[in-house]
C-alpha cells in the first residue's frame, strides 16, 4: 500500500529550460522562459544523512521525490555541514559565514545563543530585494529569538513544543501559499522528522525491517536518555530512522507537486540540503549527533534545482560546504551582500564546470560541547580531526579505504598523509577571525518552558 502513497507524484522534475544557457542579463535570469518571476525555495532537512536516501547510493530505503529532484537538478556527493548541530549549521548556511565567527549556538543546559543581527541573512536580502520571505520551522531549537534565524523573515511560523510533522508543516506552507503569497518569493521549508524520536506515522512507521548484523545496545542507549529507543536493537533503530526519513519524503513530494500543480516549477530555484547528519552506532554515538564531526555527522545531502539550468542529472564530485548556499543564491539572483562569507559560488556548475572548486572543507563541533572544541579538514581523501592546539592528537582517516571512518590512523599516520599541510590549512581558516571579528556571543537564559523541550529532545547536557 505504501508503495502507492509513495509514488503519487506523478509529475516530473526534468529542467524546463528550453535555451540551454543561461541568459547573460541578470534581470532575464530571474525571469522564467514564460516571463515569471522566480522565487527561491530552500528545504533543510534536519538529522539527515547523505548516505541514508536513494540518491546517496542507500539501495534499501525509499526516497522517490529526492531522488527525483537529484535527477533532476545537480546533486553534490561530497557536501559537509560545518557543524553537527541545528543552529550552527542553519546560521552558517543562512549567512555563508563559519560557526566560529558568527558564533550562534544551539541552546543547552547553559543558556541559548542566538545569531547575532551584525551579520546579514539571506531573507534579510531577499526581502530588501523585493522577495516575499516566509519560514515553515518545525523545532524548538529553531524558535524565533531563541535561534534568531527569524531575522528577515516576514511571516516565520515556528513551533514550541519539541518537533512538528513534515505534513502539519505543509499545511501551514499551503495555507500562507493562498491567503498570502506574491511572487518573488523566497520560502525556507525545515523537516524535522528524522530527530529523534524516531517516530513515523502510519503506514511509515513499520516499513523496514531491522537492519541486520547490529545486536542490542539497550544499556548504552538508555544512558544517553534517548525518548523512544530503550526498546530498540540498534538494526530496529536504524529502521526507524529511515522511516522517518522516507516519511519526510513523501510529505516534500507534496510540496512540489504543490508547486507543479501552480505551474511555479518552470520558475522556481529549489535548494534541498541538510543541516547535519546523524550517528547511528558509529564512533559509539547512538542515535544522536553534536558530540563529533565524523562522516556520519557532517556529510549531508545537497542538490539545488534551478529551471535555468540545462545540468539537469549532473553529479558533483568537488568538495562543497553548506556555507556555500548563501553566495551561490547571491550569484544566482544578483544581489549584493557585505558579510565576511568564508563560502563559494556554486552557480558554475550551473551551466559548465567552471565553479571555483577548493581543496578541503571545513568543520568544527561546538565550544558548548561538553567534550574540547574539534576542527576537521578534509579532501578528496583524507579526514583529519583535531583540535586547535594538539595536532599531534589527531584522528586521521583515509576514506579511500575507510569511506566510513572507523579506523583511526593519527597515532601512525600513513606516509602519503601531509599532516603540516592539513594543519596549517585549519589554522588558515581560524585566522578568519583576525581579518573578520568575531561577533560576540550572545548568551541568554532559558526559560523554563524552552529549557522542558530541549530534554525530550537530549539538549540538556
Ligand atoms: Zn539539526
Redesign the pocket.
Known amino acids: 500500500m505504501y508503495i502507492a502513497i509513495l509514488f503519487i507524484l506523478g509529475c516530473g522534475l526534468s529542467p524546463s529550460n528550453e535555451t540551454g544557457t543561461l541568459p547573460a542579463n541578470q534581470s532575464a535570469r530571474n525571469r522564467s522562459s514564460a516571463g515569471q518571476p522566480v522565487n527561491l525555495v530552500i528545504f533543510t532537512l534536519?538529522?539527515t544523512r547523505a548516505d541514508h536516501l536513494g540518491s546517496g547510493g542507500y539501495e534499501r530505503i525509499l526516497t522517490p521525490n529526492l531522488d527525483r529532484l537529484a535527477r533532476g537538478g545537480i546533486q553534490y556527493i561530497n557536501a559537509y555541514a560545518q557543524a553537527p548541530?541545528?543552529v550552527e549549521?542553519h546560521a552558517s548556511i543562512f549567512t555563508g559565514i563559519y560557526p566560529f565567527i558568527h558564533q550562534a549556538a544551539n541552546a543547552s543546559g547553559r543558556g541559548k545563543f542566538p545569531m547575532s543581527d551584525r551579520f546579514e541573512t539571506l531573507a534579510e536580502i531577499m526581502r530588501e530585494n523585493g522577495y516575499q520571505t516566509a519560514a515553515f520551522t518545525t523545532?524548538v531549537?529553531v524558535r524565533a529569538r531563541d535561534s534568531g534565524l527569524e531575522q528577515g523573515f516576514e511571516t516565520y511560523s515556528d513551533y514550541d513544543q519539541g518537533e512538528l510533522k513534515a505534513d502539519r508543516n505543509n499545511q501551514r506552507f499551503f495555507r500562507w501559499f493562498e491567503q498570502k503569497a506574491v511572487q518573488p518569493f523566497f520560502v525556507w521549508i525545515h523537516y524535522y522528522d528524522p530527530?529523534i524520536p524516531y517516530a513515523a506515522p502510519a503506514p511509515f512507521d513499520s516499513l523496514y525491517e531491522p537492519v541486520t548484523g547490529h545486536h542490542t545496545y539497550k544499556k548504552i542507549v538508555r544512558k544517553q536518555g534517548l525518548t523512544n529507543l530503550e526498546n530498540y536493537t540498534v538494526g530496529e533503530g536504524i529502521s526507524r530512522y529511515d522511516e522517518e526519513i522516507t516519511f519526510m519524503d513523501h510529505h516534500f513530494g507534496k510540496i512540489i507537486e504543490f508547486l507543479n500543480r501552480k505551474g511555479l516549477l518552470d520558475s522556481t530555484v529549489l535548494v534541498t540540503i541538510a543541516?547535519?547528519g546523524e550517528s547511528l552506532s558509529e564512533h559509539n554515538s547512538f542515535f544522536s549527533?553534536g558530540y563529533d564531526i565524523f562522516e556520519p555527522a557532517v556529510r549531508i545531502p545537497c542538490m539545488i534545482l534551478d529551471p535555468g539550468s540545462d545540468r539537469g542529472g549532473m553529479i558533483v564530485n568537488a568538495l562543497v560546504e553548506s556555507v556555500d548556499v548563501f553566495p551561490t543564491i547571491m550569484n544566482r539572483f544578483g544581489l549584493r551582500h557585505s558579510n565576511p562569507i568564508q563560502g563559494r559560488n556554486l552557480t558554475g556548475y550551473f551551466d559548465s564546470d567552471t565553479a571555483v572548486s577548493r581543496d578541503r572543507v571545513f568543520s568544527q563541533r561546538n565550544a558548548d560541547s561538553p567534550r574540547i572544541l574539534q576542527f576537521g579538514v578534509r579532501d578528496r581523501r583524507w579526514t583529519y580531526i583535531t583540535g586547535k592546539d594538539t595536532p599531534r592528537m589527531a584522528y586521521v582517516f583515509d576514506r579511500d579505504i575507510d569511506p566510513g571512518e572507523i579506523r583511526n590512523r593519527g597515532t601512525h599516520p600513513p606516509a602519503d598523509f601531509d599532516r603540516d599541510l592539513f594543519h596549517e590549512f585549519l589554522m588558515d581558516q581560524l585566522g578568519a577571525k583576525d581579518e573578520y571579528p568575531a561577533a560576540t556571543p550572545i548568551s541568554l537564559p532559558l526559560d523554563s518552558r524552552l529549557a522542558e523541550q530541549l530534554e525530550v529532545l537530549g539538549y540538556m547536557h
Open positions: 534536519d538529522t548541530r541545528t549549521s523545532s531549537m530527530h543541516d547535519h549527533h
